[in-house]
């Protein structure tokens, strides 16, 4: 498992990493893989999906997917953080507050 430290250190994963969590601020959802693209936040889709396997392997976030016919596939926005201080900066963003 990588550390979020080390995967953050990288200035490609920071990019998308941050395109991911301001995107989320501002949409209230996860953009889809072509949206980091156009956005310039990566050269690619595929660019995008190592990237993202990075933030997941540092359980930074979590990627859902469907199993279809014993087949394992991504979901398009099934993009979630899971790391807590970037879940709190969305729900301020959004003036939520977290039930406690």
């Known amino acids: ?24 601020k501002q949409h209230g ?21 190592r990237h993202l396997k990075y933030l997941e392997d540092a359980n930074l976030i979590l990627r859902q997917r469907s199993h279809r016919g014993g087949v394992s596939q991504q979901l398009g926005r099934g993009l979630k953080i899971i790391d807590s201080e970037a879940l709190e900066g969305i729900r301020e963003h959004r003036g939520e507050k977290e039930n406690s």
């Open 29 to 49: 959802y996860a953009p889809a893989m072509i949206e980091f693209v156009a956005a310039g936040a990566a050269s690619s889709t595929s660019v995008v999906t």
């Open 1 to 24: 498992m990588r550390e979020a430290q080390n995967v953050l250190a990288n200035p490609h994963t920071q990019q998308i990493w941050h395109f991911l969590v301001t995107y989320i």
